[in-house]
């Protein structure tokens, strides 16, 4: 890990080069959009992207499609856990959910919402997963969770866009753990201030989990979970 010198030196040479005056002349990446890149316009750093277009891409992990909606998400929820019900006793989803239950085990302890800003990306991710177990949540809300986004992902598009989907498996996570551990200050409950559910950590965490969740092939179940919500 860097040392708190090293890493107020690259956070000064970030905040330098943000702030270096543009060069005017290159536009973002996005197709039709005519503002200029962030380092174009001296607004970030961003070669590819303005500014809006860069925002988006770390919020939803794409720069044109936004997160899914709980009313795009919950159909293919419903038919993850019923296609999960009926099917925990095969051998093959017993060792994926064996898998699941390892890595929210294996996620070490959580740690407070102040502390977890200076972690880095992964042991946020850890932080997130740990945030999710302490809810009483296993490996299978894990599975449902991972079959769900699948499909939907698979229905819904962005096409050939994985870091999409990473970025969505990753809020459902985070949404479900949201509220845990509210902070008491003289007897008043304060909200803890989690950091906001974007950029690296999103990415690591979703990955990870989808990694576990595809021990098994999983395209049969997806194809049963399109097949219910799609008719
Ligand atoms: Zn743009």
Redesign the pocket.
Known sequence: MKSPEDRAASRDSIKRRAEAPGDGNT????SG???L?QRGAGNGLSQT??????EMLRRHGS?WRRSYSRHEVDPYRAASKNWTDANKDSHAVKVTLQCLDTLLNTAGEIVTAHEVRWLPPKRKAQVALARFRETGRTGEDLLHIALALEAAYRELGPRANREFLHVQIAKVIHRAASGTHPVTSGGVNLKPSWPRPEGRMMRILGQQVREEARVFDMDGAVEAVMKVVTG
């Open positions: 536009r973002c990446a996005v959009c005519t503002n890149t992207y303005c500014k809006r277009h860069k720069t």
